[in-house]
């Protein structure tokens, strides 16, 4: 969850600063622009695909561990399954929110 984690806050201070360069039109070159536009997008995804994997390993340990024994209880692999859904969760809302922030930014730019 870390790895989100940062790669929320880079998404955060990139539109910032995205944002601090459009209200200084002057300033702001094109190419630059574009590059942190597509980076924030990037950075979304990125989350995303970090919270499947995160998911992946989960499930691998709990299927791992449901192997080496054979009474569990269902309500113990519900359990397992449903932190193993958290990554991936956190992931996709912020993939969501660069895709938004990306738009915005997309259609600003125009």
Known sequence: MLPIYLLAIGIILLSGMQA???????????????KRTEAILFLGSLAFLWGLLGQITGMMQMLGI?????????SLIAGGI???????????????????VWFVFRISQK
């Open 66 to 74: 449901l192997s080496e024994f054979s009474d569990i209880s269902p």
């Open 82 to 100: 449903k932190v193993s859904l958290l990554a991936p969760l956190y992931g996709f809302v912020i993939f969501i929110f660069s895709a938004v």
């Open 20 to 34: 601090y360069q459009r209200a200084q039109i002057k300033t702001t070159k094109p190419a630059n622009y574009a």
